[in-house]
């Protein structure tokens, strides 16, 4: 669905990306995996169109997007939550939705607000709240249930347990399986082992923005001396 190769990204004359190449199948929960700094958000911003590739190729389902402006790589079906998450403070939750709305995708699921209530039920209890009376946890899952209004066939989160309380975390590993159950394929970026464990399928580390390892998840968990070496332990 995805595949990276040989891509190398700058800001101004620093070098971020190394000839980072990997692959995400339809279906699966990929986790890129690094520390503070590693490139994990200048890897999807890549990816999105909110980054200039220096060289490399990007493929969407077929399609080369290195270079493409965001909102024509956003088109084709794929959907970015940042790490920095923005909701629209004025508008309701479902009026947030609402705004994130896009046409059908023939090859993906097709979102309601109705749907995206059942999946995030704590949304569906504050669906007239404005976005500036909800908590950090709740605006997360509001950022990512409007990214799916969208009907993307692949979402791009960055750090989505970040910041989260324990209980959150585990609602939002809820969260990522139900969306694996629908059909959805997924790249996230975590520095939360843990988190990332229970609901990825593939690992990838990446560290000085080169890609350091890549495997099951269970090879990652068997190999303790890439997690000591490239992972917080
Ligand atoms: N806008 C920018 N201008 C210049 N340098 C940047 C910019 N954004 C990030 N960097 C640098 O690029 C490198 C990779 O940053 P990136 O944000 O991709 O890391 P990350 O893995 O997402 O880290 P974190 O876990 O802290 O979010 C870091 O050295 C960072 O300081
Ligand atoms: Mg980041």
Same mark, same amino acid.
């Given at each position: 669905m995805l595949k990276v190769e040989g891509l190398h990204a700058y800001y101004g004359r620093a070098h971020i990306l190394a000839d980072v190449a990997f692959e995400v &199948? &339809?279906?699966e929960v990929v986790v890129l995996l690094g520390r503070n700094g590693a *490139?994990? &958000?200048t890897t999807m911003k890549s990816i999105m169109g909110l980054v200039a590739p220096?060289? *490399?190729r990007i493929a969407f389902r077929g399609t080369e997007i290195a270079g493409k402006q965001p909102f024509e790589i956003a088109r084709l079906g794929l959907g970015y939550v940042p790490?920095?998450?923005?909701?629209?403070?004025?508008?309701?939750?479902?009026?947030?939705?609402e705004v994130g709305k896009r046409p059908a995708n023939p090859d993906a699921p097709e979102w309601t607000t109705e749907k995206l209530f059942a999946l995030f039920p704590n949304l569906a209890r504050m669906r007239d709240r404005p976005g500036s009376q909800m &908590?950090? *946890?709740?605006?997360? +899952?509001?950022?990512?249930?409007?990214?799916? +209004?969208g009907n993307p066939s692949l979402v791009l989160l960055d750090e989505p347990s970040e910041g989260l309380a324990p209980v959150i975390v585990e609602q939002m590993a809820k969260t990522i399986l139900d969306l694996k159950q629908q059909g959805l394929t997924v790249l996230l970026s975590e520095q939360n082992l843990h988190f990332a464990r229970t609901v990825a399928d593939r690992a990838l580390i990446i560290e000085? *923005?080169?890609i350091r390892f890549a495997g099951t998840m269970a090879e990652l968990m068997a190999n303790e001396g890439v997690r000591a070496q490239y992972l917080s332990l």
């Open positions: &199948s &339809s279906g *490139g994990k &958000s220096a060289s *490399g790490e920095d998450r923005r909701v629209f403070t004025e508008l309701t939750v479902e009026e947030n939705l &908590s950090g *946890g709740e605006q997360q +899952m509001l950022t990512i249930a409007r990214t799916l +209004m000085k *923005g080169r």
